[in-house]
């Protein structure tokens, strides 16, 4: 039969039991932060939420990477060594650094096809290859047409003719 002990006392309690019985080795760095500043009621470990839902947290970037996953795909990026030595290695997801670019394009007014633009030309100056999906045959368009809809038309586009330009100047030298 399973101990219901977790369910007695707070976090804190059971915490500072686990450090004088020696089962925890270290004091965990928020110990002394919520010791001093307590909640006013301490959750509990079967509490739910006021509405009996727990409430959907959503942050502005959320909608880009979502159309980020929805409207391209990575074809190529440069392989990263990353050492697991590092306390805080830099890595960052191509969609990340796309979001982070296209969110500093549109706070300084650009529309976001233009924003997408410039992120698009800022990974590609990286060396990273990322392309617009195509969009099924026979899909009816923005514009009334089947194939992809106005935006991601400029958008492939675009790609097409920065990829030729790539092409193009890399033979050349």
Not at 28 to 40: N, R
Not at 112 to 130: N, T, Y
Request: proline content about 6%; hydrophobic content about 35%.
């Amino acid at each position: 039969m399973a101990s219901r002990v977790y369910q007695m006392g707070t976090i804190v309690s059971r915490v500072n039991h686990l450090l004088q019985t020696g089962v925890l080795k270290e004091r965990p760095l928020w110990l002394d932060v919520v010791e001093a500043f307590p909640p006013d009621v301490f959750p509990k470990h079967n509490q739910t939420p006021e509405g009996g839902r727990a409430p959907v947290i959503a942050y502005p970037e959320d909608e880009l990477k979502r159309k980020f996953y929805d409207n391209y795909v990575i074809v190529k990026q440069p392989e990263k060594c990353v050492s697991l030595f590092e306390e805080k290695p830099e890595v960052t997801s191509v969609c990340s650094r796309f979001v982070s670019e296209q969110s500093k394009s549109l706070s300084l007014g650009d529309d976001e096809v233009e924003a997408g633009r410039r992120a698009m030309w800022m990974l590609r100056s990286e060396g990273i290859d990322i392309r617009v999906k195509q969009v099924a045959e026979g899909v009816s368009g923005e514009d009334g047409k089947t194939g992809a809809p106005s935006t991601l038309r400029g958008l492939k586009d675009l790609l097409e003719q920065m990829h030729s330009r790539q092409s193009h100047t890399g033979s050349q030298s």
